[in-house]
C-alpha cells in the first residue's frame, strides 16, 4: 500500500469513526432530553396537584366565614355562646385556622356599654391597642371601634382578645375599604398578635350588615362588624400538599399583589443553592384571588426527585454506542496496519540506516564544543572550492584567526570559562559572512579560519571581526592588548591555477597571522597588492592594525 494511499484510508476511518461517535452521543444525549422532558411533564402535573390543594384549602377555609356571617345576619342577636359553638365545630376540621373571631362596630358612647357586658365572663376585658413598643395597653378613646368581640378558642388567643383592629391606620384602611365595596379582603403577612414567634399569617375580614345595603352610605349604616378569620399560612400549605401523591417537589408561595413580592411559604431553606438543571424545571402557578390578594405558586423539583426518576439508559446508549463505534474502527485499522506493516519496517530500517550515516557525516564535520565546521570538514571544502577556482579563474580568499593570550585566559579563568569564551567566538563569527558559500571552521585550539570564495573584501570582513569579537566584553584581565578578549588575524587571497597548491596559501595565511601577533596582536595583517597580483601568484602582504586603514 502507497503511503497515500495509507493516508487516505485512515482520514477515511478518522472521519468515520468521528462521526459515529456524533452519532452515538447524539442518540445519548436525544434520549437524554427526552427523559428530562417526561420527568418535567410529571413534575407539572405533581404541581399543579399540589396548587389545587392549597387553592381548595383556601376556600374551604373562607367559607367557614360565610358561615359565620349567616349566622349573624339570620339571628337578631348572637350571643358569645352561639358563637363559640359554630366556630369550634370548624375548628376542628380546619386545623390550620388560628382563630375565629367577630368584631363588632361599636361607636364611642357605646364602648363602656360593650365592655361592662363582656367582663360578666371575664372580668378583666378592655379594649386594647398596641403600643410602639409593642406591648398591648388600654385603647385610646376614637369615635368608631372595632374590637375583637368573640374569639374562638379563647386558648392561646389571649392577647388578641379585645383588641381594637381600628388602632392600626392600615388595617382601618381596610376595614373601611371592605365596609364600602362590600368585599371580602385579605390582609398581607403579619405577625399575628396572638403568636410569640414570629409566624407568618393573614386575616380574611367578610362585612356583615344589617339589611339590604346597595349604597354605600347603606353599608356605613347598616354595618354591623366583621367576621375574621385568623389564619397561619403554612398550616394551610402544609395541610393541602400532605394531601397529594407527589414527593420531592421545593415549593414557595409568593404574594404579588404589590410591588415588591413578598415570600410567604417555603418548604425548604431559602440558603438551599439550586443548579442549572433544577432551575430549568421551575414552575410558575398563580393561584385565584382571594381576599383580593394574588398569590403564586413558584415550585422546582429537588435533586432526589429528579435523581430517582432518571435512568442509566441514555448513558448506555452513548457509552455502548462509542465503544461499538471504536471497536469497529480499530478493527478496521488493525487491517490496514497489517497490510502495510511489512514494507513499512523495509522503509524505516532503510531510513534509520540512512539517517544514521548522515548524523555520522555531520559530527565528523562538526566540531564538538562550538558546533560548527571543523578542521576535516574545511580541508573537504578548500580543496573543492580550490578546484572550483582553478575551473572558473575566480579568487579564494582566507581569514586565519587566533585568540590572543588565550592560555593566559585559561588560567586565569579556568577551563570551562574557555570553554565558554571559544563557543561564544565561534557562534560570533559563524554569523559575520552573509554567503552560504562562506564558510567558518575550528581550525584547532584557540584557532579559527574563515574560506571566502570570489570575494572582493575580505580585508573589511576580518576587521569587522577583530571589532564585533571585542565588543563582545568578554572580561580578560590578564590581557597585554584589552580588558577584554581580542583576536589576531591574517587574510590571503589567491587566484589559483594548476602551477601551485593550497598548501602554500595555508602557509602563507599563517605567516601572516604569526606577525599580527608579533605586532602587538589585536590586529589583521593583509597583502599589499591584490588587484595587480598575477593569476597564480601568492600576494606578498604587510599587516594591518587597527589603528591604520590597512
Known amino acids: 500500500m502507497m503511503p497515500s494511499d495509507k493516508a487516505f484510508s485512515h482520514k477515511c476511518l478518522l472521519l468515520s469513526v468521528l462521526i459515529g461517535l456524533l452519532v452515538a452521543g447524539l442518540s445519548g444525549a436525544m434520549f437524554y432530553y427526552k427523559e428530562l422532558d417526561a420527568i418535567g411533564v410529571d413534575f407539572r402535573r405533581g404541581v399543579e396537584g399540589k396548587t389545587t390543594a392549597v387553592e381548595r384549602e383556601l376556600i374551604a377555609n373562607l367559607e367557614v366565614l360565610f358561615s359565620l ?32 373571631e ?11 356599654e360593650y ?22 395597653v388600654k385603647a385610646a378613646k376614637r369615635d368608631v371601634y372595632f374590637p375583637v368581640y368573640f374569639v374562638a378558642p379563647i386558648e392561646g388567643n389571649e392577647v388578641a382578645f379585645g383588641f381594637d383592629l381600628a388602632s392600626n391606620a392600615n388595617r382601618l384602611s381596610m376595614i373601611e375599604k371592605s365596609r364600602d365595596l362590600d368585599l371580602t379582603l385579605a390582609t398581607q403577612s403579619i405577625t399575628l398578635v396572638q403568636e410569640v414567634f414570629n409566624q407568618k399569617g393573614f ?43 407527589a414527593k420531592g417537589i421545593n415549593l414557595k408561595l409568593i404574594d404579588n399583589t404589590g410591588i415588591d413580592a413578598e415570600l410567604l411559604y417555603a418548604n425548604y431553606p431559602s440558603a438551599q443553592a439550586l443548579d442549572h438543571l433544577l432551575l430549568s424545571f421551575a414552575y410558575t402557578i398563580p393561584l385565584r384571588r382571594i381576599g383580593g390578594r394574588q398569590w403564586t405558586v ?20 452513548g457509552v455502548f454506542g462509542c465503544i461499538f463505534v471504536l471497536l469497529g474502527g480499530g478493527y478496521i485499522y488493525i487491517a490496514i496496519e497489517h497490510s502495510g506493516r511489512i514494507r513499512q519496517e523495509s522503509e524505516k530500517r532503510s531510513r534509520e540506516l540512512e539517517e544514521a550515516k548522515i548524523a555520522l557525516e555531520e559530527q565528523s564535520l562538526t566540531d564538538d564544543l562550538t558546533h560548527i565546521a571543523n578542521r576535516k570538514c574545511f ?23 587566533d585568540i590572543d ?23 560570533k563569527l559563524s554569523k559575520m559572512p552573509n554567503r552560504t558559500t562562506d564558510l567558518v571552521a575550528r581550525y584547532g585550539g ?14 573589511l570582513l576580518a576587521d569587522k571581526c577583530r571589532i564585533n569579537i571585542e565588543k563582545l566584553h568578554i572580561v580578560h584581565e590578564a590581557s597585554s592588548v584589552s580588558d577584554y578578549v581580542t583576536i589576531s588575524l591574517g587574510v590571503i587571497s589567491v587566484v589559483p591555477t594548476q602551477k601551485n597548491y593550497p598548501a602554500d596559501s595555508m602557509l602563507s595565511v599563517k605567516e601572516l597571522l604569526n606577525q599580527s601577533k608579533k605586532l602587538g596582536k589585536n590586529r589583521v595583517s593583509i597583502g599589499s597588492d591584490v588587484i595587480s597580483a598575477k593569476k597564480g601568484d601568492i600576494l606578498k602582504f604587510k599587516h594591518f592594525s587597527k589603528n591604520s586603514g590597512e
Not at 339570620?74 to 375565629?100: C, K, M, P, Y
Not at 372580668?123 to 391597642?129: G, V
Not at 345595603?213 to 400532605?242: H, N, P
Request: with cysteine.
Open 115 to 136: 365592655e361592662r357586658a363582656r367582663r360578666l365572663d371575664f372580668p378583666d376585658f378592655e379594649f386594647t391597642e398596641r403600643e410602639s413598643q409593642g406591648s398591648m
Open 203 to 245: 386575616l380574611i375580614l367578610m362585612p356583615v350588615y344589617a339589611g339590604d345595603a346597595r349604597t354605600i352610605a347603606k353599608r356605613q349604616e347598616k354595618l354591623l362588624g366583621f367576621v375574621i378569620g385568623v389564619y397561619r399560612i403554612a398550616d394551610i400549605v402544609e395541610s393541602a400538599i400532605k394531601q397529594t401523591g
Open 379 to 401: 580541508d573537504i571544502r578548500f580543496e573543492e572550492e580550490w578546484a572550483r577556482s582553478v575551473r572558473d579563474g575566480s579568487s579564494l580568499s582566507l581569514i586565519m584567526i
Open 446 to 459: 584557540d584557532q579559527f579560519i574563515i574560506l571566502l570564495p570570489n570575494t572582493d573584501e575580505p580585508i
Open 69 to 100: 356571617e349567616s349566622l349573624f345576619t339570620s339571628s337578631e342577636e348572637v350571643s358569645a355562646t352561639d358563637f363559640t359553638n359554630l366556630a369550634n365545630g370548624f375548628l376542628v376540621r380546619h386545623h390550620a385556622i388560628q382563630a375565629l
Open 405 to 427: 593570550s588565550f592560555r593566559l585566559f585559561n588560567e586565569t579563568y579556568g577551563y570551562a570559562s574557555g570553554d565558554k569564551c571559544l563557543l561564544d567566538l565561534a557562534y
Open 102 to 112: 367577630w368584631a363588632p362596630r361599636v361607636t364611642g358612647a357605646e364602648r363602656e
Open 298 to 317: 413558584i415550585a422546582t423539583p429537588s435533586q432526589g426527585y429528579v435523581a430517582e426518576r432518571q435512568s442509566l439508559f441514555p448513558f448506555f446508549v
